[in-house]
């Protein structure tokens, strides 16, 4: 199988598996005390460049999402 | 803890949230390639990267720690990077690819969903409140 397949239910499937993934882990490490997403952004906070390359991609997205996708 | 501290909390108060949902309906009612929202969207930007440079280089409190061993902890850390990791390669994959329907990026798919008005201003509201969060004190 190639990746990406070129087939778009399986592209789709694949999204899903990722989002499951992420959402688990999420649900994982909240459970078990461990380091949840907030955990690793609030880390990211703390470390001015780190921070500020969240920031660039936050507007990245915003303009990206909002700006330059056409519906 | 000081008023000017708790300026910034991970929950917007109700105004704050109202003021969020509110510029993000009328931000969404313009359409996406003009420039009423090109604008829209620029000012939040400019506000935060400007108050963001307006703090400078100030550490941050270290992140409350857990009482869990270094361990275990660097685990969840990698599995998370390696989750992002594995995210952002399979949008990359699907982004140098084409036609865009068979292979469906993360902002081809946003654009299914921003036809819905109403999920398009819910969507720039969470935008909103993101920054927020990443502003938080």
Known sequence: ?71 | VSAAARRFTSVPSGSVAISFVVYAAVATSFAPWTWPMRVATAIPIAAVLALALGRGRHRRQPAPVRPVDRRTQAVAFTGWLVLIAIAVSFQLALYRSQPRDTYPTLSSLAAEVFTVQPLRAAAFALWLWLAWYFLER
């Open chain 1, 1 to 71: 199988m190639s990746l990406p397949p070129h087939d778009r239910a399986a592209n789709l499937v694949l999204w899903a598996v990722i989002c499951a993934a992420l959402a688990g882990w999420q649900i994982l490490t909240a459970r078990r005390q461990l380091p949840t997403i907030a955990t690793v952004v609030r880390r990211a906070r703390e470390w001015w460049p780190s921070r500020l390359v969240l920031l660039l991609g936050w507007a990245w997205l915003g303009w990206h999402l909002f700006v330059r996708t056409s519906y």
